[in-house]
Structures are given as structure tokens and as C-alpha cells.
């Protein structure tokens, strides 16, 4: 089993950064292929930013690709995302996933593709 705890959400003003970590415990991030996926108000869970396991490889949503990196500290077993840019239209509790397996190729993740979730951090995007 893999625990996920969200932490860093918070306030920020457009055009601003924060930076969002989710610990891993249960077992080694290495070998966890993680994601951030956020919720809107009355939205669907939509896909933010993945990294695989397998070779380090990083996928985007073209929403926030050039302005959102993953990233991720094995020493620390936890993965990042910077947010930089920020938009009100980032606004969304973001959750963090994991999954034991290698991510597709040639298409974004899906929700589906995790196996494993944390509870969420609300982050709030003021215009």
C-alpha cells in the first residue's frame, strides 16, 4: 500500500508561484509513476502533470505546460509540482496519485492509470 500526503496549497495572486509536495510512504517514489490531478467547483477531475517512474519522463496538460513543472526528490520520497504563472482558472483542490506501473506512451494520463490517491490541497488563484 502507498500513502499520499498533499501538503502547500494555499492563497496566491495571479501571476505568482507556489509549490505543492506530496510525501509517499509504503514504498520507494522511485519506483512510482506520480501524478497531480486538480478539481474545479462543479468540474470534472482533469489531469495536471505526471512524472513515470521508468525513465523520469514528464507529461503536461496543455493548460499549464511552460508555466506547472513536476518534479520529484527520491532521497525525500517526494514529488513536486511548481506552479508559476498562476492563473484564477487554476483554482482547484489539486490531489496527488500514484501508480506502480510505467505511464502510457503517446497519450495523457488518465485518471484511471492510478492506483493510489492523497486527499487533496486547496489551491486558490485571487485575479
Known amino acids: 500500500q502507498v500513502q499520499l500526503v498533499e501538503s502547500g496549497g494555499g492563497l496566491v495572486q495571479a501571476g505568482g508561484s507556489l509549490r505543492l509536495s506530496c510525501a509517499a510512504s509504503?514504498?520507494?517514489?522511485?519506483?512510482?509513476?506520480m501524478g497531480w490531478f486538480r478539481q474545479a467547483p462543479g468540474k470534472e477531475r482533469e489531469f495536471a502533470a505526471a512524472i513515470s517512474w521508468t525513465d523520469g519522463s514528464t507529461y503536461y496538460a496543455d493548460s499549464v505546460k511552460g508555466r506547472f513543472t513536476i518534479s520529484r526528490d527520491n532521497a525525500k520520497i517526494t514529488v513536486y509540482l511548481h506552479m508559476n504563472n498562476a492563473k484564477p482558472e487554476d483554482t482547484a483542490v489539486y490531489y496527488c496519485?500514484?501508480?506502480?506501473?510505467?505511464?502510457?506512451?503517446?497519450?495523457?494520463?488518465?485518471?484511471?492509470?492510478?492506483?493510489?490517491w492523497g486527499q487533496g490541497t486547496q489551491v486558490t488563484v485571487s485575479s
Open positions: 496519485a500514484a501508480s506502480p506501473h510505467a505511464l502510457a506512451t503517446g497519450r495523457e494520463p488518465r485518471y484511471y492509470d492510478f492506483n493510489y
Open positions: 509504503g514504498r520507494t517514489v522511485s519506483r512510482l509513476s
